[in-house]
């Protein structure tokens, strides 16, 4: 993972991935684990709304307002697995007169 740093004023850093990460649409899995198609379909799935998400942030900032995403619980399959669901934190930026 990139190290690089984007610095927001006022806001703290967060680290950024590099371009081949960002750009990357392979699934991180065991060496020992296929995707079934049905696991296929259900990837794609989360890969579209978070493509959503980000184009909605994106908008949202542009208008003027400071969202951070935040893990708001965490679910459980039962068996080993689990997600982590999201909700949003939004400030609105004090405009300069």
């Known amino acids: 993972m990139s190290q690089d740093i984007l610095a927001i004023p006022g806001a703290g850093s967060c680290p950024m991935p590099s371009d081949l990460e960002a750009q990357s649409d392979v699934y991180l899995t ?15 799935s989360v890969e579209s709304d978070v493509e959503q998400l980000n184009a909605s942030v994106a908008r949202a900032t542009e208008a003027g307002v400071i969202i951070e995403l935040r893990r708001r619980y965490r679910v459980h399959s039962g068996d080993g697995c689990w997600g982590d669901q999201m909700a949003p934190l939004v400030q609105t930026r004090q405009r300069e007169k």
Do not use: D, F, G, I
């Open 30 to 44: 065991s060496a020992s684990q296929a995707l079934t198609p049905e696991l296929r379909a259900s990837l794609r």
